[in-house]
């Protein structure tokens, strides 16, 4: 039985593959392939915070952008989705947070109930 494992650095955050190898005595070969994930136990990897706020409000805390013709309409940070006139300070709009500093219109999918 072999093992290939060169491709995995454990220095660095990643999915790697293993590939495994064997062969009987009658010269059968097969193979199989793992896949090896380096992440960060100290990091979360979403933290599912919500915030409802303005439009405005959300551009002035780095959860959107100001986008679209001249720059009017509000977008969430990550997914880049219309929330709203960027000048709005009135109508609240909820915005999710999945991995840190990453925000969305609609929750992630790493936040939903399983």
């Not at 060169?6 to 220095?11: A, F, G, H, L, Y």
């Not at 293993?18 to 979403?46: E, H, K, L, M, W």
């Amino acid at each position: 039985m072999t093992t290939d494992c060169s491709q995995v650095d454990t220095s660095r955050l990643g999915d790697y593959a293993c590939t495994f190898s064997a062969t009987d005595s009658d010269g059968n070969t097969t193979t199989a392939q793992r896949s090896v994930q380096i992440f960060d136990p100290d990091v979360p990897s979403a933290s599912c915070t919500t915030v409802d706020a303005p439009p405005l409000a959300h551009i002035n805390a780095g959860r959107a952008i100001a986008g679209g013709l001249f720059n009017l309409r509000a977008l969430a940070k990550t997914d880049q989705q219309d929330i709203g006139f960027a000048y709005d300070s009135w109508s609240p709009v909820t915005l999710y947070e999945g991995e840190p500093g990453q925000w969305y219109s609609q929750q992630p999918t790493v936040c939903s109930s399983p």
